[in-house]
């Protein structure tokens, strides 16, 4: 099975690529800069695009087994510390997902041979900020300007349904990698016996260990009922203080230096919400499917992940 990837050079593009390849699939991911692309696994390759259209690369959109839509702007920035939402910030987060979206409509619109599903992506920020409400895939979009970026991007991709192709659409919760993302970033402080939760605790963080979200992506590529929206969150969530206690007794370390939310907020602006509020999402619709997550709980995905 051909399956085309766009954002498929990011923590979770890389990590499906290499999944599917291994499974013996021809695996396409498109850039903006095949030259970058270096080392990707046998059984993929790059294809250049330029982020809006299907030009040059639309044609193989034409019988593939799926397209996994990824492509978008980093909502927390591409440094090691998160990048303020400025109105130009905010305007290339948005118009990032709607010009792949688009692009992805254009290719599947000009195929004679329709590819078999696309995998939208969007996020559990979807939600809003509920506090302790649990969110099941039928909750309701939140009103701030996240979820409301959630909501348009999703809707990017929803013509190719009228074309008679399956969609599935991937709400990502927090993914944890050791060899990316934000862990790294939140195992520091307590590796320097300064660990602590972040503002009041009481805000629950959505996570994923990376191999379950690869795993349910090529779950719900595989499974020909999937249609609609999932959640891609670990089973085990928990609030901001509960993590901060796993984290320390998985690296040994005390957990006792809590960071005011106003030090946050300081530091970084309306992007601190990502850290201060949180949902808590759970993944209904995915286990119901029969997706059996290979890390359920935080304390076995962060023990295989910093082991």
């Known amino acids: 099975m051909r399956v085309l990837i766009t954002g498929g050079t990011g923590l979770i593009g890389s990590a499906l690529a290499a999944e599917l390849a291994q499974a013996g699939h021809e695996v396409i991911v498109l850039t903006r800069n095949p030259a970058k692309a270096q080392g990707l696994p046998a059984g993929v390759r ?10 040059g690369w639309g044609h193989l959109a034409d019988g593939a087994g799926a397209i996994v839509n990824l492509a978008g702007a980093s909502i927390a920035g591409e440094g090691l510390l998160p990048s303020r939402w400025t109105p130009e910030r905010k305007r290339l987060i948005l118009q990032s997902r709607l010009d792949a979206g688009r692009a992805v409509v254009e290719a599947v619109q000009a195929a004679a041979h329709k590819p078999g599903v696309v995998i939208q992506s969007s996020g559990i920020g979807i939600y809003g900020f509920a506090g302790d409400r649990v ?17 348009q991007w999703e809707a990017a991709t929803a013509p190719v349904e009228a074309m008679g192709v399956r969609r599935a659409i991937i709400r990502t919760a927090v993914v944890f990698s050791r060899t990316g993302g934000v862990l790294p970033l939140m195992l520091l402080p307590f590796r320097l016996f300064v660990g602590g939760p972040i503002g009041g605790g009481k805000q629950y963080v959505p996570w994923i260990h990376i191999a379950d979200e690869v795993g349910a992506i090529r779950f719900l590529i ?14 085990d969530v928990m609030t901001n203080a509960e993590v901060s206690r ?46 059996a997550f290979r890390f359920p709980t935080l304390e076995g995905a962060l023990r295989d992940l910093t082991r």
């Open 46 to 55: 790059a294809e250049r695009w330029d982020g809006r259209t299907a030009q």
């Open 135 to 151: 969110l099941d895939e039928s909750a309701p979009a939140g009103t701030d300007w996240l979820a409301q970026v959630a909501v």
């Open 222 to 235: 595989e499974h020909p009922d999937a249609r609609g929206p999932f959640n891609l969150v670990a089973p």
């Open 246 to 291: 796993v984290i320390a007794r998985v690296l040994r370390r005390p957990s006792w230096l809590p960071l005011p939310a106003f030090v946050m907020r300081l530091l970084f602006g309306e992007v601190a919400t990502l850290l201060l509020e949180g949902q808590r999402a759970v993944p209904k619709r995915l286990q119901e499917l029969g997706y």
